[in-house]
Every structure is written in C-alpha cells, then in structure tokens.
C-alpha cells in the first residue's frame, strides 16, 4: 500500500507542479503584448552533446513563434540549480526583462526534485518570467 500511495503522491506534485508552471507562463505571457522573447536552456553531462536537447525546445520555440534570445546550456550534471552558471545568466536576463521566460527541453534541465523544482519556479517568477517546457512535467 505504501509504494502505491507514494506513487500516487508522485503524479499528484508533478500534476500540482505542471499546472503551477503552466499558470506562470500563461501570466508572462498575457502580459506581453508584442514579440515573446525566450531563452533556450538545457543542462548536460560532461560529454554529452547538448543539441539534441536544445533542438526539441528550439522545436517547441518555433511552432509558437516565440523568438529565441539566447540559447545556452550547462555542462555539470544533475547539480542544484544554483550552482549552474548559464542558467544564473538567463536569471539574470529575465530580471533584466531582456527574455520573458526559460524554455528547457524537459524537468530534468531544470530539477528531477519536486522542492528544488518548486523553489525554481518561484524564483523565475519573482523575476517576472516564466517557465516553458518542450515535455510536460511528466514526461523526463
């Protein structure tokens, strides 16, 4: 009965999550009137190819016609967030309000923690941004 409670709790927060992400998004970009600006972000380990990874979100970028700012990645695995010096400049560049949001392949660019997750999206949208992915919350 536990593992299936605890899967059960587990589609729940990444159901709470993708609608909390979602409704961030929806809000950046209502707000905006003219062109929506994004940035591409993908996070990779070491010697692994990001454009793979960046040609999904570029795929996602261009069917919304959303124009893409910036792309970039980070070599350094699954780290906290914080400690990712790409992502810390795109951060920077919503603050800045030079991109509206960050657009990832997947979750796992961002974090596979649900609280880490969390704490992220709040952050961005502190910042006045917003978070888009090219695979739903529950597809990593």
């Known amino acids: 009965m ?3 409670t605890t899967a059960l709790d587990r589609d729940a927060a990444v159901s709470r999550l993708g609608l909390l992400r979602r409704a961030q998004l929806e809000t950046v970009l209502r707000r ?3 062109e929506k600006r994004i940035a591409l972000y993908v996070l990779v380990g070491f010697r692994e190819d990001p454009a793979p ?3 999904a979100a570029q795929a996602l970028a261009t069917r919304l016609g959303w124009t893409v700012a910036d792309r970039t990645f980070d ?3 699954p780290t906290g967030p914080a400690t990712r010096p790409q992502l810390a400049r795109l951060l920077a ?4 309000r030079e991109i509206h949001g960050i657009l990832a392949a997947s979750r796992l660019d961002i974090s596979d923690d ?3 997750y969390e704490a992220m999206l709040e952050h ?3 910042l006045g941004a917003g978070l888009a992915l090219a695979r739903e919350e529950s597809v990593l």
Do not use: N, P
């Open 2 to 4: 536990t593992t299936v």
């Open 53 to 55: 990874r960046l040609a």
């Open 32 to 34: 905006e009137s003219g």
């Open 124 to 126: 961005i949208r502190t």
């Open 75 to 77: 070599i350094t695995g």
């Open 93 to 96: 560049a919503a603050l800045r």
């Open 114 to 116: 649900d609280k880490e």
